[in-house]
């Protein structure tokens, strides 16, 4: 064992996903010193397939930064549309709300801010081990060991735990310090990726009575795709020509046909809502999957993961700058503000389109949810709602 170094930080962040990494970036940008420890190489971080949507708050806090990548690399999105029973209906989002999204891969936005901060010279240590977190309400104090194998005590004002939905950090609030909020889904997303041209310019979300399907892109040649499964579905089970059969029945249809082509990997994603309250407690103080998941049908994820860092390093430049805590002692509720919104959008969504198994009356459930969606989708009101929220809220 090596002899313990210690190092001196004003926020110290756990976990060098997007969210932690753009909050060490903007730090940065502020003259504030921040060490983000990661116990993940940067590697495995980086070829860790996400969600690809970003509203447009989340890309204007990436270009306004300096981080803009996602101009030149990612697509714009205008709109999207829903298919019911093989008949499209597009949602106009800049029309409807003004916003566009971007279709950009979230392991692409972690490479840019991991190129950033490795351009700023930033303190981040990645392939830690044996981390130990004390005193989280007093002077928040991190023991790890590096990737060289040297130990480390790092001690910081401010602790972020910005290190994913299995969260060492949120572990560290006491049980009778904190609420959780969880819903499990009946059903989750067989997803594959298939080298294939674009089957259609912008996402398709399609509702039938075989199931849920997402028509989503990643460039020219290479698509994700998705369609709604059992959860212990077993992806290595399923070839080719039974997953197109179930693509093929939830979209195509109306003229319209999928472009197929090879698949190159397919995986099963089981999904929950989850939500930890406060976002604070003492010095400690939570961003991103740490403290709330949603299911990936509105998109919601990574959208509100930076929109808490854009609050937090707002409330911490206050707090280093000038001394009050005013913003900082307000973080969890506006941050939680948002994410119930989010929550709201996201549980409706995954409702609205999926068929739930073993719903009980099921052909008043499919006939209530067919209502629902014509009641939507033939209300310019109905679709301005969902391109609102899909687009993030823009300037609420």
């Given at each position: 064992?090596?002899?313990?170094?210690?190092?001196?930080?004003?926020?110290?962040?756990?976990?060098?996903?997007?969210?932690?990494?753009?909050?060490?970036?903007?730090?940065?940008?502020a003259?504030?010193?921040?060490?983000?420890?990661?116990?993940?190489?940067?590697?495995?971080?980086s070829?860790?397939?996400?969600?690809?949507?970003?509203?447009?708050?989340?890309?204007?806090?990436?270009?306004?930064?300096?981080?803009?990548?996602?101009?030149?690399?990612?697509?714009?999105?205008?709109?999207?549309?829903?298919?019911?029973?093989?008949?499209?209906?597009?949602?106009?989002?800049?029309?409807?709300?003004?916003?566009?999204?971007?279709?950009?891969?979230?392991?692409?936005?972690?490479?840019?801010?991991?190129?950033?901060r490795?351009?700023?010279?930033?303190?981040?240590?990645?392939?830690?081990s044996d981390?130990?977190?004390?005193?989280?309400?007093?002077?928040?104090?991190?023991?790890?060991?590096d990737?060289a194998?040297?130990?480390?005590?790092?001690?910081?004002?401010?602790?972020?735990?910005?290190?994913?939905?299995?969260?060492?950090?949120?572990?560290?609030?006491?049980?009778?310090?904190?609420?959780?909020?969880?819903?499990?889904?009946?059903?989750?997303?067989?997803?594959?990726?298939?080298?294939?041209?674009?089957?259609?310019?912008?996402?398709?979300?399609?509702?039938?009575?075989?199931?849920?399907?997402?028509?989503?892109?990643?460039?020219?040649?290479?698509?994700?795709?998705?369609?709604?499964?059992?959860?212990?579905?077993?992806?290595?089970?399923?070839?080719e020509?039974?997953?197109?059969?179930?693509?093929?029945?939830?979209?195509?249809?109306?003229?319209?046909?999928?472009?197929?082509?090879?698949?190159?990997?397919?995986?099963?994603?089981?999904?929950?809502?989850?939500?930890?309250?406060?976002?604070?407690?003492?010095?400690?103080?939570?961003?991103?999957?740490?403290?709330?998941?949603?299911?990936?049908?509105?998109?919601?994820?990574?959208?509100?993961?930076?929109?808490?860092?854009?609050?937090?390093?707002?409330?911490?430049?206050?707090?280093?700058?000038?001394?009050?805590?005013?913003?900082?002692?307000?973080?969890?509720?506006?941050?939680?503000?948002?994410?119930?919104?989010?929550?709201?959008?996201?549980?409706?969504?995954?409702?609205?389109?999926?068929?739930?198994?073993?719903?009980?009356?099921?052909?008043?459930?499919?006939a209530?949810?067919?209502?629902?969606?014509?009641?939507?989708?033939?209300?310019?009101?109905?679709?301005?709602?969902?391109?609102?929220?899909?687009?993030?809220?823009?300037?609420?």
């Open positions: 064992m090596s002899e313990r170094k210690i190092h001196t930080t004003q926020v110290a962040i756990m976990g060098a996903g997007p969210a932690g990494l753009m909050l060490s970036h903007l730090l940065h940008l003259g504030i010193e921040s060490t983000v420890v990661e116990i993940r190489s940067r590697r495995d971080i070829h860790t397939i996400r969600a690809g949507i970003l509203e447009a708050g989340s890309v204007d806090l990436l270009v306004d930064s300096g981080v803009d990548n996602v101009l030149r690399n990612g697509h714009e999105h205008e709109g999207t549309e829903f298919r019911v029973n093989g008949e499209g209906h597009r949602i106009d989002f800049k029309g409807l709300a003004g916003s566009s999204v971007w279709l950009y891969p979230q392991n692409e936005v972690f490479d840019d801010l991991a190129a950033r490795e351009a700023d010279a930033g303190d981040v240590r990645y392939e830690c981390t130990q977190i004390t005193d989280v309400t007093g002077k928040p104090r991190i023991t790890f060991t990737s194998g040297q130990d480390w005590e790092l001690r910081a004002e401010i602790l972020v735990g910005a290190d994913g939905s299995r969260s060492y950090c949120r572990s560290q609030i006491p049980e009778s310090d904190r609420t959780r909020y969880f819903n499990e889904y009946p059903f989750a997303w067989f997803g594959i990726l298939t080298e294939a041209p674009r089957s259609a310019p912008e996402l398709i979300y399609a509702n039938s009575a075989h199931g849920f399907a997402l028509i989503s892109q990643r460039t020219d040649t290479m698509q994700r795709m998705y369609f709604q499964c059992d959860p212990t579905t077993n992806p290595a089970d399923w070839s020509d039974q997953i197109w059969e179930q693509l093929r029945l939830r979209v195509n249809g109306n003229g319209f046909a999928l472009k197929e082509g090879p698949i190159v990997d397919k995986v099963v994603l089981p999904f929950r809502s989850f939500v930890n309250t406060p976002m604070r407690h003492g010095n400690l103080f939570l961003a991103g999957d740490a403290a709330h998941t949603v299911p990936p049908t509105g998109a919601k994820g990574l959208n509100l993961a930076l929109h808490d860092v854009k609050l937090l390093f707002e409330s911490l430049d206050s707090y280093f700058k000038s001394g009050s805590t005013a913003l900082l002692d307000t973080y969890s509720d506006r941050a939680l503000d948002r994410v119930w919104k989010a929550q709201y959008f996201s549980y409706w969504m995954t409702t609205l389109l999926h068929t739930v198994p073993g719903e009980q009356n099921h052909a008043f459930f499919r209530r949810q067919l209502g629902e969606l014509r009641s939507l989708l033939e209300s310019e009101h109905g679709r301005a709602y969902v391109a609102e929220c899909y687009t993030g809220w823009q300037g609420k």
